[in-house]
């Protein structure tokens, strides 16, 4: 009896317990749970945390009679994600893995990819920067490339509306949308071409005339008026081809067949004594047929929406122009005056160059076609600095520049360190190359522009009143631009390496101060994440102006081209940092 009623009290306090367990069960999947500590609470900024209440999110969450639906732990499901209390956005849960869609992380982030699809098997390619890093060359020297300007192409620039045919160099419309030249965007395309000079060499080319062989069977005359001969020019102790036809370019002119494919740049000397004319016929893509007239006006560019682009020449005539065009470029910049983008990439590829005419009284010399004429561009751009220059030895830039409007703002006349220093390394590039003393004279006298302070129209700012600095945009007060200050340096060192007596001690003294603020300031410029473009924040004391990634990667090819240059460690040490942030990295914090 006794261990009967042993047996009889354990079943009942297990069904007590049984019962007791299942009333706390179910009480807590229906009722709200205490929450524990702060960090609990604060999730929702409320006091409890509901647990129902989390299986009302999402799309997928209740079911039509309002019961809540079971999600296996590994089901992929929709959901919402809650962004800083300010956005919510559709997202994917799988287990317990949370997917965010990559549309909203690259613009969250700031960063770049996109899916590609290899050999069949597709993969996300996921960057922190869309700019590349290009390794200096071991040594530097003046008549070297400049840093990696052999990847730079000026002209094919959206701002850049086209290389001119009067001087051959490149009218902006940055700031202005009449177009301007800019010595800064000058000096690059010089750079640019030097640099892939260097790397191309000497082109091959096809002479299709130079009036030595006597033989003008290659000639096409419209009328029996038209005339063209072998004459001497004694002025230029050579034989040159003389025509004579009409003006007009509703005549044929005369003209020489080319039919190339491949080499698609042109040069020639040309002179008129009359309202001539040159005029390439090229054939595109489509097909269609395009003439490229190269006309006395003043007008840079024009475009009549069908078939007829016209490069203005100046009102240089009974004078001998050299002209090298990059027909591609001619083709592209006259389309882009009145199409679309899009259609001119799918519709508009320079194929054949058919043929080249001439209108008026005339006389042509060296007419060759090659694959590029980067030397003779890298001159248009040293002759134009030689030919601009002013009195005070600098290169004022006429429009106005808000850098921040109301309270960084240049009127039109400014100069800029960094285009005073990329004119140097381009002019002491073409003495080097040339011997003429005009460019090295022309690169000297940039110089003066350096000592003089932003605040009396030069380009010397002070830091701290301590620190010398010199101003891409020299503002009042200043803003203490990082690259631009940068390039300034590397003009100056060129110019140190390449003068002699007076004139490389006062480079020299200009650039040790300079590269003393560098090594000083450098600090200043790094985020912890980036770089800052200039120190606006400090200076003026508004917010901070982030570097674009193509900057911070121009700040960091930068600082690796001084380190060929100068090896101290400051730049080692920055230079290992900046390049972490390219990949995600972030500096320590406390």
């Known amino acids: 009896m006794r261990l009967s009623r042993v047996v009889k009290c354990v079943a009942m306090l297990c069904a007590v317990s049984t019962l007791v367990t299942f009333c706390f069960w179910s009480t807590c999947a229906t009722r709200p749970l205490a929450a524990v500590g702060d960090e609990l609470s604060s999730l929702d900024g409320r006091d409890n945390f509901v647990l129902t209440e989390y299986h009302k999110r999402g799309t ?218 040159v005029t390439i016929v090229v054939e595109t893509s489509t097909g269609e047929t395009i003439n490229i007239h190269y006309v006395f006006t003043s007008t840079f560019i024009n475009f009549d929406g069908k078939s007829n682009i016209y490069y203005g020449m100046g009102e240089r005539r009974a004078k001998w122009l050299r002209l090298a065009r990059d027909l591609k470029f001619d083709l592209l910049k006259g389309l882009l005056l009145k199409l679309k983008p899009d259609k001119i990439k799918s519709s508009y590829g320079l194929v054949r160059v058919n043929e080249i005419r001439f209108h008026g009284h005339g006389w042509v010399d060296n007419l060759t076609m090659s694959h590029s004429v980067h030397q003779q561009q890298f001159y248009d751009a040293a002759n134009w600095l030689v030919l601009h220059q002013d009195q005070r030895g600098g290169w004022p830039i006429m429009v106005q520049r808000r850098v921040v409007a109301g309270i960084l703002e240049l009127p039109p006349g400014w100069y800029s360190a960094m285009g005073q220093g990329q004119a140097m390394s381009v002019l002491v590039r073409a003495y080097l190359d040339s011997k003429q003393d005009k460019y090295l004279q022309s690169a000297i006298d940039a110089l003066n522009i350096f000592e003089v302070d932003s605040a009396q129209g030069g380009v010397r700012a002070r830091f701290m009143d301590k620190y010398d600095w010199y101003e891409e945009y020299p503002t009042t007060p200043s803003s203490f631009v990082l690259n631009g200050f940068i390039y300034s340096l590397l003009g100056l060192y060129d110019l140190k390496e390449t003068a002699k007596g007076d004139a490389k001690a006062r480079a020299e003294r200009i650039y040790t101060s300079g590269m003393t603020s560098l090594k000083a300031m450098i600090g200043m410029f790094d985020s912890g994440s980036g770089t800052f473009y200039d120190l606006r924040h400090i200076s003026v004391g508004i917010e901070p102006n982030r570097a674009r990634w193509d900057y911070h990667t121009t700040h960091i090819n930068q600082l690796l081209q001084l380190m060929i240059i100068d090896d101290d460690d400051i730049f080692k040490t920055v230079v290992q940092r900046w390049l972490g942030y390219l990949k995600g990295k972030r500096s320590r914090h406390n």
């Open 60 to 277: 997928n969450s209740i079911d039509g009679q309002g019961q809540a639906e079971v999600i296996h732990p590994d089901q992929y499901h929709e959901m919402d994600c809650n962004i800083n209390t300010e956005t919510t956005i559709k997202c994917r849960r799988e287990g317990t893995e949370v997917y965010l869609p990559f549309s909203f992380i690259k613009n969250y982030f700031e960063v770049y990819g996109d899916v590609e699809e290899t050999d069949g098997y597709e993969r996300l390619e996921f960057h922190h920067s869309n700019s590349i890093v290009h390794p200096p060359r071991p040594t530097y020297t003046p008549a070297t490339m400049f840093m990696a300007f052999d990847h730079y192409n000026v002209e094919n620039r959206d701002r850049v509306k086209c290389i001119t045919a009067s001087e051959g160099v490149p009218i902006t419309t940055q700031w202005n949308k009449d177009g301007y030249h800019y010595p800064i965007q000058v000096a690059q395309y010089g750079l640019s071409h030097h640099a892939k000079q260097i790397v191309s060499g000497e082109p091959d080319q096809i002479v299709l005339e130079d009036g030595e062989e006597e033989n003008l069977s290659a000639w096409v005359l419209p009328d029996k008026k038209s005339q063209v001969k072998i004459t001497q020019q004694a002025a230029r102790h050579t034989q040159v081809v003389e025509f004579l036809t009409s003006d007009s370019l509703q005549t044929k002119g005369i003209s020489i067949v080319s039919d190339e494919k491949n080499n698609k740049c042109i040069t020639m000397d040309v002179k008129f004594v009359t309202n001539g004319s």
